[in-house]
């Protein structure tokens, strides 16, 4: 059985929320069990966000996830706030643009990826999210980048579609940093 239990948080504004679902909606895609559970403080943007998402092979129990085996901590304060619930040997991996801080502990596999620049550099901040969920995939395999693009077109907006392209150079982009 594989199975990823994720926890992606930063601040409103970052695409925490967007970034489980597409993740969420490729496994299910792929005929995987998900769940996909946001929290979001009450404001728009620059509030504290944060989703979990499970992607699994057998039925999900719970889509409470306690401990989880990945963390994508998008600013400092969520690498402050969930570091200590992934599992030894989980994976943290933090934007490393906006975290300057690395995991205290060292029995996690840790990743820093300069989402924010590297988005920078692309000519669009939104892509940090989909750099840092390529990193991710490459790490972790849970989803094809086939899948993932089958997402986008199933879960953006039709008017944003001429964007898919540039999203999947950006999560390939992460895929193979």
Not at 68 to 86: D, H, Q, Y
């Amino acid at each position: 059985m594989k199975q990823l239990d994720l926890i992606i948080a930063g601040f409103g504004g970052q695409g925490i929320l967007s970034a489980g679902k597409l993740l969420a909606y490729a496994g299910m895609l792929e005929g995987k069990h998900v769940s996909w559970l946001p929290s979001y403080g009450p404001e728009m943007r620059g509030g504290t966000a944060n989703c979990s998402i499970v992607i699994s092979d057998d039925p999900i129990g719970s889509p409470i996830i306690d401990y989880p085996n990945a963390l994508i901590a998008m600013n400092g304060p969520s690498l402050e706030k969930f570091e200590k619930r992934v599992i030894k040997g989980g994976l943290i991996i933090t934007n490393s643009s906006l975290v300057e801080a690395k995991p205290q502990r060292t029995d996690v596999d840790f990743i820093g990826v300069p989402a924010t620049e590297m988005a920078s550099d692309m000519g669009n901040l939104t892509y940090a999210n989909i750099i840092i969920l390529g990193k991710l995939l490459g790490k972790t395999g849970i989803v094809k980048k086939e899948s993932f693009e089958a997402a986008l077109k199933k879960v953006l907006p039709e008017k944003k579609h001429f964007m898919i392209p540039e999203e999947m150079k950006a999560l390939v982009a992460g895929h193979d940093l």
